[in-house]
Protein backbone atom coordinates (compact mmCIF):
# COMPACT_ATOMS: atom_id res chain seq x y z
CA UNK A 1 0.00 0.00 0.00
CA UNK A 2 1.15 3.49 -1.06
CA UNK A 3 1.55 5.59 2.23
CA UNK A 4 3.13 8.92 2.89
CA UNK A 5 3.91 10.41 6.49
CA UNK A 6 5.01 14.27 7.41
CA UNK A 7 6.51 14.75 10.04
CA UNK A 8 8.26 17.85 11.78
CA UNK A 9 6.03 20.41 11.74
CA UNK A 10 5.00 22.62 15.38
CA UNK A 11 5.41 25.91 16.73
CA UNK A 12 8.20 28.32 15.63
CA UNK A 13 9.59 31.84 15.93
CA UNK A 14 8.93 34.18 13.11
CA UNK A 15 12.68 34.13 11.42
CA UNK A 16 12.92 31.01 12.61
CA UNK A 17 13.49 27.41 10.42
CA UNK A 18 12.25 24.30 10.67
CA UNK A 19 12.66 20.79 8.61
CA UNK A 20 9.49 18.81 7.32
CA UNK A 21 10.25 15.41 6.43
CA UNK A 22 7.74 13.12 4.47
CA UNK A 23 8.54 9.60 4.78
CA UNK A 24 7.13 7.21 1.70
CA UNK A 25 6.33 3.53 1.66
CA UNK A 26 4.67 1.27 -0.72
CA UNK A 27 6.87 3.08 -3.55
CA UNK A 28 10.91 4.00 -4.22
CA UNK A 29 11.45 8.38 -4.17
CA UNK A 30 14.27 7.29 -6.71
CA UNK A 31 12.17 6.67 -9.04
CA UNK A 32 9.22 9.34 -8.42
CA UNK A 33 8.51 12.84 -8.39
CA UNK A 34 7.59 14.38 -5.18
CA UNK A 35 5.48 17.85 -4.24
CA UNK A 36 5.07 19.80 -1.17
CA UNK A 37 1.85 21.57 -0.94
CA UNK A 38 -0.02 23.59 1.96
CA UNK A 39 -2.58 24.87 2.92
CA UNK A 40 -3.34 27.98 5.56
CA UNK A 41 -6.10 27.53 8.21
CA UNK A 42 -9.55 27.93 6.32
CA UNK A 43 -8.00 28.44 3.17
CA UNK A 44 -7.30 26.96 -0.09
CA UNK A 45 -4.22 24.95 -1.62
CA UNK A 46 -0.77 26.35 -2.37
CA UNK A 47 1.69 24.46 -4.43
CA UNK A 48 5.36 25.28 -2.83
CA UNK A 49 7.83 23.01 -4.48
CA UNK A 50 9.02 20.22 -7.03
CA UNK A 51 11.66 17.55 -7.08
CA UNK A 52 12.39 15.38 -10.11
CA UNK A 53 13.14 11.68 -9.36
CA UNK A 54 16.73 12.47 -10.10
CA UNK A 55 16.59 15.19 -7.48
CA UNK A 56 17.21 17.51 -10.54
CA UNK A 57 15.54 19.58 -12.05
CA UNK A 58 13.50 21.23 -8.87
CA UNK A 59 10.83 23.91 -8.62
CA UNK A 60 9.37 26.55 -6.32
CA UNK A 61 6.50 28.68 -5.73
CA UNK A 62 7.82 33.00 -5.51
CA UNK A 63 6.18 32.83 -1.83
CA UNK A 64 8.86 30.46 -0.62
CA UNK A 65 12.06 30.70 -3.24
CA UNK A 66 15.11 31.46 -1.80
CA UNK A 67 13.47 30.93 2.07
CA UNK A 68 12.56 27.06 1.45
CA UNK A 69 14.74 23.69 0.17
CA UNK A 70 13.08 20.45 -1.19
CA UNK A 71 15.48 17.38 -0.99
CA UNK A 72 14.83 13.93 -0.88
CA UNK A 73 17.00 11.02 0.16
CA UNK A 74 16.74 7.83 -1.61
CA UNK A 75 17.94 5.33 0.59
CA UNK A 76 15.66 6.44 3.57
CA UNK A 77 13.07 6.96 0.65
CA UNK A 78 12.26 10.17 2.58
CA UNK A 79 11.60 13.66 1.02
CA UNK A 80 12.43 16.97 2.92
CA UNK A 81 11.63 20.50 3.16
CA UNK A 82 14.07 22.64 5.17
CA UNK A 83 12.14 25.79 5.88
CA UNK A 84 14.11 29.35 6.69
CA UNK A 85 13.60 32.50 7.55
CA UNK A 86 9.59 31.55 8.65
CA UNK A 87 7.18 34.23 8.71
CA UNK A 88 3.45 34.25 10.04
CA UNK A 89 1.83 33.63 6.37
CA UNK A 90 3.66 30.57 6.57
CA UNK A 91 1.36 28.97 9.22
CA UNK A 92 -0.34 26.17 7.31
CA UNK A 93 -0.69 22.29 7.23
CA UNK A 94 1.96 21.23 4.77
CA UNK A 95 1.26 18.43 2.81
CA UNK A 96 3.50 16.04 0.48
CA UNK A 97 2.57 14.61 -2.73
CA UNK A 98 3.35 12.17 -5.09
CA UNK A 99 4.27 13.47 -8.84
CA UNK A 100 3.71 11.65 -12.07
CA UNK A 101 2.83 8.11 -11.18
CA UNK A 102 1.96 6.91 -14.89
CA UNK A 103 -0.67 9.53 -16.51
CA UNK A 104 -1.53 10.52 -12.71
CA UNK A 105 -0.39 13.43 -10.86
CA UNK A 106 -0.60 13.91 -7.14
CA UNK A 107 -2.24 10.57 -6.95
CA UNK A 108 -1.32 9.98 -3.34
CA UNK A 109 -0.78 13.04 -0.18
CA UNK A 110 0.21 12.79 3.22
CA UNK A 111 -2.30 13.42 6.00
CA UNK A 112 -0.21 16.66 6.71
CA UNK A 113 1.74 17.94 9.40
CA UNK A 114 0.88 21.71 11.03
CA UNK A 115 3.52 24.61 10.74
CA UNK A 116 2.23 27.15 13.39
CA UNK A 117 4.91 30.53 12.96
CA UNK A 118 4.17 32.76 16.10
CA UNK A 119 5.68 34.03 18.93
CA UNK B 1 0.99 31.87 -13.30
CA UNK B 2 -1.89 30.46 -14.94
CA UNK B 3 -4.97 31.43 -13.05
CA UNK B 4 -7.93 28.86 -12.04
CA UNK B 5 -11.32 30.23 -11.58
CA UNK B 6 -14.00 28.30 -9.97
CA UNK B 7 -17.85 28.70 -10.02
CA UNK B 8 -19.57 28.94 -7.17
CA UNK B 9 -17.61 28.85 -4.65
CA UNK B 10 -20.42 27.58 -2.44
CA UNK B 11 -22.86 25.10 -3.97
CA UNK B 12 -25.59 23.78 -1.39
CA UNK B 13 -27.80 20.77 -3.23
CA UNK B 14 -30.52 18.56 -2.87
CA UNK B 15 -29.17 14.78 -1.85
CA UNK B 16 -29.88 12.80 -4.39
CA UNK B 17 -29.65 15.81 -7.13
CA UNK B 18 -26.57 16.87 -9.52
CA UNK B 19 -24.69 19.25 -8.84
CA UNK B 20 -21.87 21.05 -11.06
CA UNK B 21 -18.76 22.60 -10.56
CA UNK B 22 -16.40 25.16 -13.05
CA UNK B 23 -13.31 25.79 -13.77
CA UNK B 24 -12.11 28.60 -15.89
CA UNK B 25 -8.26 28.87 -17.13
CA UNK B 26 -7.02 31.85 -17.89
CA UNK B 27 -5.11 30.41 -20.01
CA UNK B 28 -5.14 27.05 -22.46
CA UNK B 29 -3.97 23.72 -20.23
CA UNK B 30 -2.95 21.65 -23.72
CA UNK B 31 0.31 20.89 -23.05
CA UNK B 32 3.47 20.26 -25.69
CA UNK B 33 2.11 16.68 -25.11
CA UNK B 34 -0.92 17.02 -26.86
CA UNK B 35 -2.43 16.49 -23.03
CA UNK B 36 -4.72 18.69 -20.75
CA UNK B 37 -3.56 18.37 -17.52
CA UNK B 38 -6.40 19.42 -15.30
CA UNK B 39 -7.48 17.61 -12.36
CA UNK B 40 -9.93 17.96 -9.87
CA UNK B 41 -9.39 16.89 -5.85
CA UNK B 42 -11.82 16.52 -3.28
CA UNK B 43 -11.06 18.05 0.53
CA UNK B 44 -13.60 16.45 3.12
CA UNK B 45 -13.41 17.90 6.22
CA UNK B 46 -10.83 17.25 8.38
CA UNK B 47 -8.89 15.21 5.96
CA UNK B 48 -6.09 15.68 3.29
CA UNK B 49 -7.32 16.55 -0.12
CA UNK B 50 -7.99 12.99 -2.90
CA UNK B 51 -7.52 12.89 -5.96
CA UNK B 52 -10.77 12.16 -8.26
CA UNK B 53 -10.38 12.97 -11.44
CA UNK B 54 -6.70 13.74 -13.91
CA UNK B 55 -6.40 14.42 -17.21
CA UNK B 56 -9.76 16.50 -17.39
CA UNK B 57 -11.95 13.27 -17.41
CA UNK B 58 -10.05 10.27 -15.92
CA UNK B 59 -11.61 9.12 -12.61
CA UNK B 60 -8.84 7.73 -10.60
CA UNK B 61 -9.51 4.20 -9.14
CA UNK B 62 -11.65 3.88 -6.65
CA UNK B 63 -13.49 6.63 -7.48
CA UNK B 64 -17.57 6.20 -7.81
CA UNK B 65 -18.93 6.79 -11.19
CA UNK B 66 -21.72 9.66 -10.09
CA UNK B 67 -18.34 11.79 -10.77
CA UNK B 68 -17.24 12.74 -14.47
CA UNK B 69 -14.86 15.21 -15.96
CA UNK B 70 -15.34 17.26 -18.96
CA UNK B 71 -13.96 20.06 -20.78
CA UNK B 72 -11.26 21.26 -23.03
CA UNK B 73 -8.93 24.12 -23.93
CA UNK B 74 -9.84 26.96 -20.89
CA UNK B 75 -13.42 25.94 -19.55
CA UNK B 76 -13.43 22.54 -17.44
CA UNK B 77 -16.80 21.06 -15.45
CA UNK B 78 -16.97 18.32 -12.38
CA UNK B 79 -20.21 17.20 -12.23
CA UNK B 80 -22.29 14.72 -9.57
CA UNK B 81 -24.76 13.10 -10.83
CA UNK B 82 -26.48 12.27 -7.66
CA UNK B 83 -25.35 13.65 -4.61
CA UNK B 84 -24.60 11.82 -1.71
CA UNK B 85 -24.00 12.68 2.16
CA UNK B 86 -20.59 11.51 2.05
CA UNK B 87 -19.82 14.13 -1.12
CA UNK B 88 -19.92 17.06 0.85
CA UNK B 89 -16.64 18.40 0.94
CA UNK B 90 -14.82 21.20 -1.12
CA UNK B 91 -13.70 20.78 -4.38
CA UNK B 92 -10.57 21.90 -6.25
CA UNK B 93 -9.42 22.03 -9.54
CA UNK B 94 -5.95 21.80 -10.45
CA UNK B 95 -3.43 22.44 -13.43
CA UNK B 96 -0.47 20.88 -13.75
CA UNK B 97 0.33 21.99 -17.07
CA UNK B 98 2.85 24.33 -16.65
CA UNK B 99 4.71 25.47 -13.15
CA UNK B 100 3.78 26.82 -10.77
CA UNK B 101 1.35 24.26 -10.40
CA UNK B 102 -1.88 26.28 -9.32
CA UNK B 103 -5.03 25.31 -7.99
CA UNK B 104 -9.02 27.19 -7.72
CA UNK B 105 -9.81 28.50 -4.89
CA UNK B 106 -12.26 25.61 -4.16
CA UNK B 107 -16.08 25.18 -4.03
CA UNK B 108 -17.69 24.14 -0.90
CA UNK B 109 -20.37 21.62 -1.77
CA UNK B 110 -23.45 21.47 1.45
CA UNK B 111 -26.46 19.67 1.47
CA UNK B 112 -29.76 21.91 1.79
Known amino acids: EVQLVESGGGLVQPGGSLRLSCAAS????????MNWVRQAPGKGLEWLSY????????FYADSVRGRFTISKDNAKNSLYLQMNSLRAEDTAIYYCARGRAGDILFGQWGQGTLVTVSS | DIVLTQTPLSSPVTLGQPASISCRSSQSLVYSDGDTYLSWLQQRPGQPPRLLIYKISNRLSGVPDRFSGSGAGTDFTLKISRVEAEDVAVYYC?????????FGQGTKLEIK
Open chain 2, 94 to 102: MQVTEYPYT
Open chain 1, 26 to 33: GFTLSSSE
Open chain 1, 51 to 58: ISSSGSPI
